[in-house]
């Protein structure tokens, strides 16, 4: 449905897109911090961590915009004829 102006499905899909990509980084990356820990590199292990705990709140973040992209800012109003 189009709504201000935007298809709102289609920015959905969008950022549903985006988000699985971020996921699969946040995947791969805690794999790396694993690896990096086992190796004894603790400082790598640890940037690595800090890494994946901002695409998890990147992620959150793309969850709220999500469900706020129904939520309109002008007082735009439809009437159906």
Do not use: F, P, W, Y
Not at 15 to 29: G, W
Not at 34 to 40: C, Y
């Amino acid at each position: 449905m189009c709504e201000g102006g935007i298809n709102t499905g289609q920015m959905k899909l969008a950022v549903a897109m985006v988000n699985d990509t971020l996921a699969l980084a946040q995947q791969h990356l805690e794999q790396l911090h694993h690896l990096a820990d086992q190796g004894r590199r603790a400082a790598t292990s640890a940037e690595l961590a800090q890494v994946t705990v901002m695409l998890g709140e990147a992620r959150e973040k793309l969850d709220s915009a999500v469900s706020q992209l129904t939520v309109t800012d002008d007082d735009v109003t439809v009437e159906r004829l």
